[in-house]
T-cell receptor, first 115, second 110 residues
């Protein structure tokens, strides 16, 4: 069964460093999403992406964040200058159609630790 | 305001018992979804119920939706130890954003 994959599974970085989290969505999916989950808290929407542009973003997704689909398979989330409060699990998801009409498939997540 | 608030926050039951989790939301929705998350793992989609549906079944899962009360429930029948996980409801309003609730932590004792 096709699945969303994410790398790395765990990333440790120092405050102020840039990180890139990578995702490979399911191949025939057209909509892509990033979410984050701070330890013990709810899953929070960050951004959705369709047709090579951001469809919607939350207030969390400020200028420090960017997303890119550099090729036909990868979908990346970049944090330019990490802060301690960016420590969280980051989940990528994809769907064939816009979220809500059909289920989103989630990756296993990348645990980001900012020290 | 927060969308998709589950209750109870935590639930502990014996294997074989039924588990009921509730979710309330505040705004109009297109649909509501339930997800499961095992500790430290990703989210697994369980079931999607559209705003014009009232009840949906999938195996041991039964989901109801009451749009007049802006609430939904997830019932897991004949629970198993493997059902131990956190369960989240999530709503979508027709845009590109899915909003998750805080979740219910279910513990099923063998």
């Amino acid at each position: 069964e096709p699945e969303v994959t994410q790398t790395p599974s765990h990333q440790v970085t120092q405050m102020g460093q840039e990180v890139i989290l990578r995702c490979v969505p399911i191949s025939n999916h057209l909509y892509f999403y990033w979410y984050r989950q701070i330890l013990g808290q709810k899953v929070e929407f960050l951004v959705s992406f369709y047709n090579n542009e951001i469809s919607e973003k939350s207030e969390i997704f400020d200028d420090q964040f960017s997303v890119e689909r550099p090729d036909g398979s990868n979908f990346t989330l970049k944090i330019r200058s990490t802060k301690l409060e960016d420590s969280a699990m980051y989940f990528c998801a994809s769907s064939e159609m816009v979220a809500g009409l059909i289920e989103q498939y989630f990756g296993p997540g990348t645990r980001l630790t900012v020290t | 305001s927060q969308q998709g608030e589950e209750d109870p926050q935590a639930l502990s039951i014996q294997e074989g018992e039924n588990a009921t989790m509730n979710c309330s939301y505040k705004t109009s929705i297109n649909n509501l979804q339930w997800y499961r998350q095992n500790s430290g793992r990703g989210l697994v989609h369980l079931i999607l119920i559209r705003s014009n549906e009232r009840e949906k079944h999938s195996g041991r899962l039964r989901v109801t939706l009451d749009t007049s009360k802006k609430s939904s429930s997830l019932l897991i029948t004949a629970s198993r130890a493997a059902d131990t996980a956190s369960y989240f409801c999530a709503t979508e309003d027709g845009g590109f954003k899915t909003i998750f609730g805080a979740g219910t932590r279910l513990f099923v004792k063998a």
